[in-house]
């Protein structure tokens, strides 16, 4: 019997192909339109949690308030925190300068980081030439250095550059390294690199290296250090580092020990984006309210001129519910097929926009269900006044219309 309702639906609208079509194309428009926001907004999610991976995302910070303690961290308690911590890659002191990369060309302004061996576990420190700086060349402080991909083109020309020389001058103290590395750009690196007629190329220097040609004490100078780890492991470090931290250094109780994670911040960002995300969503659906309302218009113009069939129908012995039935399978037909050209249409439109705007195209195959339930319940909803107006007609006036 459902089968023969829903034959009989397909004949009405196929009938009426461009009728049809306009009642669909305010669903096609509205599902396309929330399917495009919520796609690119998982997208935009996605490729920020990235960005913010090349940041440091996996990193913690430990430092001490100056204001409680004149400890710093020597090079031994360093290595003693680390082998005490568990589930991490390393840690690293920074100590970061300014300065300027020289060749017989020109002179390029330089943000030269003097860390530990640890470093090249930060996320998005991705070596493609070459190896990072090890602890024996950290312990010996080498003079050695690892660099990015767009140092090493506006320096060299060309990215294979291990083996090279690099002058460095830090404002009057000098020293030449030899490039071991060359690391994948961030987008740090390429903000910092095209920054107009001066950019600002990067490297990274053993942490004892950049403490010489500063002629400072690497075991008096530090007073804060980074933990590199897998985020799954963040919880558990961060349980733990205050008090390993506090029995290595002699501080227990005195609240001199500082920790900052950047997960709280990771956790805000997405709130931020799920809110921006939610509501433009929302603003989007307000088409599929407006195609909603086209359908009941539709549906209802059909009962008005279908009115002598439906009399007919009822007076040969068509029951109130069949007459509900097929209306309403019309309406649901109508819907479901609007949304499913809709979500064909909203994934293609979404995978373009990703692709020009550098996001990560990403879909959610729950989201692509919900949406065509959500299209065919709009058609069921919009169809119910129309369906059961005709379902009520009374046969003899019906078959009175002309």
């Keep these: 019997m459902y089968l023969e309702y829903i034959k009989s639906a397909i004949a009405s609208i196929r009938s009426n192909k461009g009728r049809s079509f306009l009642t669909m194309l305010g669903i096609i428009i509205g599902i396309a339109a929330v399917l495009i926001v919520l796609v690119i907004g998982d997208g935009m999610k996605a490729t920020v ?32 925190i680390e082998s005490t911590l568990k589930g991490i890659y390393g840690v690293s002191p920074s100590l970061d300068i300014w300065g300027n990369f020289v060749t017989s060309r020109r002179t ?30 950290v312990d010996e402080g080498k003079k050695v ?49 095209s920054f107009g007629d001066e950019p600002t190329l990067m490297g990274d220097i053993p942490f004892t290296a950049a403490a010489e040609v500063y002629s400072i004490d690497p075991d008096k100078q530090f007073t804060s250090f980074a933990i590199y780890m897998d ?13 390993i931290v506090e029995n290595v250094m002699g501080l227990r109780g005195e609240g001199a020990v500082k920790i900052q994670s950047s997960a709280g911040f990771d956790q805000t960002t997405d709130t931020i984006l799920n809110i921006i995300t939610a509501v433009v969503a929302i603003i989007a659906a ?3 309210l407006v195609g909603g309302i086209g359908v009941m218009n539709i549906m209802t ?3 008005t001129e279908r009115t002598r069939e439906i009399g007919i129908r009822k ?19 109508l819907t479901f097929t609007g949304g499913i050209i809709g979500i ?59």
């Design 49 to 80: 949690n990235s960005e913010m991976d090349d940041l440091g995302a996996t990193t913690v910070t430990v430092s001490l308030d100056k204001l409680k303690t004149e400890k710093t961290f020597t090079r031994e308690q360093l290595k003693t």
């Design 301 to 303: 113009v059909s009962v």
């Design 231 to 243: 985020k799954e492991n963040k919880d558990k470090v961060l349980s733990s580092a205050r008090s």
């Design 315 to 333: 007076s040969l012995g068509a029951r109130t519910g069949s007459i509900l039935t097929q209306f309403l399978a019309e309406a649901a037909i």
């Design 145 to 193: 250095i690892v660099i990015s991909q767009s140092t090493a083109n506006k320096l060299f020309g060309y990215e294979k550059a291990v083996g090279n020389t690099v002058h460095l001058d830090f404002y009057g103290d000098e020293a030449d390294f030899t490039v071991i590395g060359v690391r994948e750009d961030t987008s740090m690196d390429k903000a910092y690199a």
């Design 344 to 402: 064909i249409t909203g994934l293609s439109i979404s995978f373009l926009i990703c692709k020009v705007v550098d996001f990560t195209f990403t879909v959610n195959p729950i989201l692509v269900v919900v949406v065509v339930l959500i299209s065919t319940s709009i058609g069921l909803f919009f169809g119910i006044y129309p369906a059961k107006r005709a379902a009520n007609l009374d046969p003899i006036e019906a078959l009175r219309m002309e």
């Design 108 to 137: 390029f302004d330089a943000n030269v980081s003097g860390s530990g061996a640890a470093k090249v576990n930060a996320a998005g420190n991705k070596i493609i030439h070459g190896r990072y700086f090890s602890e024996n060349d």
């Design 286 to 288: 307000i088409s599929l």
